[in-house]
């Protein structure tokens, strides 16, 4: 909010209609606000501070035509990797899926809030979840994609 607290999940409600979908997007905009890409951070900051609603962010023209171009940067990059590359990539995602469950199952009993984007020593590709690790889109990908 402008008063220097961040949102949180309840206030995400409006647009990620589940707790959820809450959850995994104020993870993304953590994991935004941080991230390389300019508009993207400027973008996830003013949500999380509350400059901006997640409606209003998500329906920017500036703000989604960087979020596609982010999205597909990760799809050609994932075209064009290797066999074995896509492998590890598919090892290295089921523990940061197992990592994130471990994570929720906490915070569902109420053990606390870790506020990392992901498993330790990595690091999301972007914000679309599932379109692919911390996205906008959904809660957890069940078997690579999709919801648990």
């Not at 589940?18 to 993870?27: C, G, I, T």
């Not at 870790?114 to 990595?122: F, L, M, N, T, V």
């Amino acid at each position: 909010m402008p008063d220097g607290r961040e949102v949180d999940q309840a206030e995400l409600l409006d647009v990620a209609k589940d707790e959820d979908r809450a959850r995994s997007l104020l993870r993304a905009l953590r994991t935004l606000s941080t991230g390389p890409d300019p508009k993207l951070r400027e973008m996830a900051r003013g949500v999380l501070r509350g400059d901006l609603t997640a409606q209003q962010a998500f329906t920017d023209p500036e703000y989604t035509a960087a979020l596609f171009s982010g999205a597909a940067k990760v799809r050609r990059a994932g075209e064009q990797r290797s066999d074995a590359e896509a492998r590890e990539a598919g090892e290295r995602f089921g523990e940061w899926q197992r990592a994130r469950r471990a994570e929720d199952e906490r915070e569902d009993k109420g053990e606390g809030q870790d506020r990392s984007p992901s498993a330790p020593g990595q690091q999301p590709t972007g914000p679309w979840r599932h379109s692919g690790p911390g996205g906008l889109g959904g809660s957890r990908p069940a078997g690579g994609f999709g919801h648990r």
